[in-house]
């Protein structure tokens, strides 16, 4: 409880009032000091009519869990027991992982109670709280300010877009069905999984041709494939100190958690098994691989469970922990970064371990920021200077990919907001066995 400025400009309207008193009147003199009295019983009696902070209630309306950079309406409602105020003033604070907008406003009070609907924006994947509501009134003569600290502790858990990820999945299955026919069932003809025998027909594709079958039966036999069924699936997410960096305005940790569930949405659909492992300067997490649609919510768990981190990724026990988890064939999708062919070492010869016996396909965030610096037209010295470092990174980038897919690493290199489509194009690749 503190005074207003109308009070504190009231109070002090009596030190003028004595001073002229004194000058022209001086037997007056004490009118300024009964005009400061004045105020200030108007000021206690401003105190004794309006409302008291111990009769405010609160109810908050807030969303458990809300999608990165989807901002989600929330609401504080407040309940006056008797003397509400024509208005009040609201500031709300929280954790580091979120922001009210806006986060201060003033609502009329009706009826003796007054909501406050505020946007909640997710800034980074993590926990966060909405931890204090501060609310302030005026007394009925706008001398007395009341103010009153409600701890409202309401956690916010923020995740990984889900919306967005199963509206994009939606449309890509269309785009699938639409030009070549692909279902949520599997298909036959084409493949690497044996489905039957058949008679050979002019323009198969002789390789297929079964001679021992052929010899057996006397008659020209192929062999039928389908789409493999049960693939075994596997992120590998790098969460180390480059992949936190932000890319376009969000950390590529986090844009490869985006691409991640959005295939693994797919793959579920399609009968797969889908797991994840994280790694930095060790490994992180580690799930089994679930199959079927409803495990989807499993694995997004898992993925609020990423942290971002400061350390340096070590490849060497990542991926080598990894390969000794995988006890069949698995497609490994890899989710990394690099500044240089030197820091990339060390990824490369794991990955040719990897490769001996599994399929890795290699996602490769491309730098637009970076192809910018490199293809803009110079204005001054610094700026030839900033082209010609962003150029040598760029073709240090395209060495290492050029390498990886020298190994028959599968790249998918393609603009940051395209990932997610360009991972699904290369996984039905590989699911045709075509990969």
């Not at 594709?205 to 021992?212: E, L, Q």
């Not at 060390?346 to 920021?369: C, P, Q, T």
């Not at 990174?393 to 290199?413: A, F, P, Q, S």
Request: proline share 4%; aromatic share 8%; hydrophobic share 50%.
């Amino acid at each position: 409880m503190y005074p207003t400025a109308r009070m504190i400009g009231l109070a002090l309207l009596g030190v003028p009032l004595a001073l002229l008193a004194g000058l022209f009147a001086p037997q007056f003199w004490l009118v300024g000091v009964a005009w400061i009295v004045l105020a200030v019983a108007l000021f206690l009696l401003d105190v004794m009519i309006s409302a008291a902070p111990s009769q405010l209630r609160f109810a908050a309306r807030v969303p458990g869990a809300i999608g990165v950079a989807r901002p989600e309406n929330s609401s504080i409602r407040l309940m006056f027991g008797s003397a509400a105020p024509a208005s009040v003033e609201f500031a709300v604070d929280t954790g580091k992982l979120i922001e009210p907008v806006p986060a201060r406003q003033v609502k009329a009070v009706e009826g003796g109670a007054a909501q406050i609907d505020f946007a909640i924006n997710p800034l980074r994947r993590g926990e966060s709280f909405i931890e204090t509501l501060w609310t302030r009134w005026q007394g009925p003569l706008g001398l007395v300010w009341k103010q009153r600290k409600h701890a409202v502790h309401e956690r916010v858990t923020i995740i990984p877009n889900i919306a967005t990820i199963k509206e994009e999945a939606r449309r890509l299955f269309e785009r699938e069905s639409g030009q070549m026919g692909m279902r949520a069932q599997l298909r036959t003809g084409e493949g690497t999984e044996f489905n039957a025998l058949k008679e050979f027909e002019p323009g198969m594709d002789r390789r297929m041709i079964d001679w021992k079958q052929t010899a057996k039966h006397g008659r020209l036999l192929a062999r039928e494939f389908k789409v493999e069924e049960n693939l075994h699936i596997v992120f590998a997410l790098d969460t180390g100190r480059q992949m936190c960096e932000p890319l376009k305005g969000l950390p590529r940790i986090d844009r490869a958690i985006q691409a991640m569930l959005l295939l693994a949405y797919v793959a579920l659909r399609l009968g797969d098994r889908v797991g994840i492992f994280a790694f930095d300067e060790k490994p992180r997490i580690a799930s089994r691989t679930v199959s079927g649609p409803h495990a989807f919510t499993a694995l997004q768990y898992v993925a609020s469970q990423v942290d971002y981190s400061t350390a340096e990724t070590n490849f060497t026990l990542g991926l080598s922990q990894l390969s000794g988890e995988l006890e069949r064939r698995t497609v490994v999708v890899v989710f990394t970064d690099f500044a240089d062919t030197t820091s990339a070492e060390l990824m490369i010869e794991n990955l040719k371990r990897l490769l001996a016996r599994h399929l890795v396909l290699f996602v490769a965030f491309r730098d637009e920021e970076l192809e910018g610096m490199a293809l803009a037209e110079p204005a001054e010295a610094a700026d030839v200077s900033r082209a010609v470092l962003a150029d040598a990174m760029l073709r240090e980038r395209e060495l290492v990919t050029t390498r990886l897919k020298r190994l028959g690493v599968n790249v998918i290199d393609v603009p940051v907001d395209k990932i997610g489509a360009g991972l699904i194009d290369a996984y039905l690749t590989v699911k045709r066995g075509a990969g």
